[in-house]
């Protein structure tokens, strides 16, 4: 299995960016599909979660109202979609399959993870 991030770069406060995470092999379907981000020095963090067949999502207090995830597995894409950035949401963007077709925050509930996308924001 293998994932690409792609869709960082570099915006002001405020902007907009789209994330997607391209997956190969059959692990996408009916798993639980994760987002997360990692800042330097600083620990990989949860930023969102989405079921198996993206019925329900979960997003870090951080981001809710601001970042929306959704999937379509026709395509085997996962996707974020970032509003209202702000210099603190600055970070590697990873996505990751998860374990179980459930929701999970934890960074150990996923097994495949993508290779990260750059997001910087400037103030």
């Known amino acids: 299995v293998q994932l690409q991030a792609s869709g960082g770069g570099l915006v002001q406060t405020g902007d907009s960016l789209r994330l997607s995470c391209a997956a190969s092999?059959?692990?996408?379907?009916?798993?639980?599909m994760g987002w997360f981000r990692q800042a330097p020095g600083k620990e990989r963090t949860f930023v969102a979660s989405?079921?198996?067949?993206?019925?329900?999502?979960s997003y870090a207090d951080s981001v809710k109202g601001r970042f929306t995830t959704s999937r379509n597995s026709a395509e085997k894409t996962l996707y974020l979609h970032l509003n209202s950035l702000k210099p603190e949401d600055a970070a590697v963007y990873y996505c990751?399959?998860?374990?179980?077709?459930?929701?999970?925050?934890?960074?150990?509930?996923?097994?495949?993870w993508g290779q990260g996308t750059q997001v910087t924001v400037s103030s």
């Open positions: 092999g059959s692990a996408f379907s009916g798993y639980a």
């Open positions: 989405i079921n198996w067949n993206g019925v329900s999502t």
């Open positions: 990751a399959v998860g374990n179980s077709p459930l929701i999970a925050t934890s960074t150990r509930a996923y097994r495949y």
